[in-house]
């Protein structure tokens, strides 16, 4: 097997015409963690206020599940979740 070859920045990433033709280009190449890394949004968490919610047990556990098929913290997602929709708010 060749060896993969490190994306280090978007504009090495060429648009693609299909599914398959970035499937054939995924297959030899991969993201440099750096470009990854710095591609996470990271609110400023200069200064955070702790809060509590009260949640139905099973919405929770639901929100929960989803957080867990996505390999993230349930409290993490739901202050994307919050975020995103703020952003929707400000248009």
């Known amino acids: 097997m060749a060896a993969m ?8 990433i060429p648009k693609f015409k299909s ?4 499937a ?3 297959e030899v190449h991969q993201l440099d963690p750096r470009l990854m890394n710095s591609s996470v949004h990271r609110p400023d968490n ?3 206020t702790t809060i509590t919610l009260r949640f139905d047990p099973r919405m929770l556990a639901r ?6 098929s996505r ?3 349930y409290q993490s997602m739901i ?3 919050l975020s995103e929709r703020l952003e ?4």
């Not at 070859?5 to 090495?12: G, L």
């Not at 599914?19 to 970035?22: I, T």
């Not at 929707?88 to 248009?91: F, K, M």
Request: glycine share 0%; net charge positive.
């Open 5 to 12: 070859k490190t994306v280090a920045n978007w504009e090495q």
């Open 19 to 22: 599914k398959k033709e970035e």
């Open 24 to 26: 054939t280009f995924w």
């Open 46 to 48: 200069r200064e955070s």
């Open 63 to 68: 929100i929960k599940r989803i957080a867990r």
């Open 71 to 73: 390999y993230l913290n």
């Open 79 to 81: 202050k994307q979740w």
């Open 88 to 91: 929707q708010e400000n248009l």
